[in-house]
């Protein structure tokens, strides 16, 4: 198996906060389907903000005739330990996660815990099956000091092949202000 992260630089820079650390496990499951729970340690620092922008790309250009869709579901987020308020819209060709509260300002360092399944990512060859995903994805507003991934599969038995490989998907991470 090859995976090969993001490289977590910022395109956009959005300055007095940083992603100390984004620690990502992914679960394939035997339908082809993997569960994904990201886990970031944010810091605002002295910042006042409502929460953060989670943006996913979810259609991609497939060739010149069609477009790849990525079905995302079962969204949940929390602190680690407790639920935090988020919406999910489509914008097209990207899936948003707003988390944050309205009436609730955070400022230093905070916990994101964002968990969602993914459906139809996988692309069937007649060997194996392969997943191009971008770990962090290329358009930060801010740096990303560290990250850490790991990916599980289901046994060898399974109607999914332990043959696939993981880059190139393009996820995002941006400020709610």
């Known amino acids: 198996m090859l995976v090969q992260p993001g490289s977590g630089t910022a395109r956009a820079h959005d300055d007095g906060w940083v992603i100390r650390s984004f620690d990502v496990r992914y679960g394939l499951q035997t339908d082809g389907s993997f569960n994904v729970r990201e886990d970031l340690a944010v810091d605002f620092d002295a910042l006042e903000r409502h929460g953060i922008f989670r943006d ?38 990207n899936m948003r996660i707003k988390v944050s509260d309205p009436d609730k300002l955070v400022s230093g360092r905070q916990r994101y815990v964002i968990s969602y399944t993914v459906h139809d990512g996988l692309n069937p060859f007649p060997d194996h099956d392969e997943l191009f995903w971008n770990v962090t994805g290329n358009d930060w507003p801010v740096a990303v000091e560290a990250l850490r991934q790991q990916w599980w599969r289901p046994s060898l038995e399974s109607s999914v092949s332990p043959a696939f490989r993981a880059c190139g998907f393009d996820n995002a991470l941006r400020i709610v202000a």
């Not at 477009?67 to 639920?83: E, F, H, K, M, Q």
Request: glycine share 2%; hydrophobic share 30%.
């Open 56 to 93: 996913m790309p979810v259609e991609y250009k497939y060739d010149d005739n069609s477009n790849r869709l990525i079905d995302v579901s079962d969204v949940w987020v929390t602190d680690g330990s407790a639920a935090i308020p988020f919406e999910t819209s489509d914008t097209r060709p």
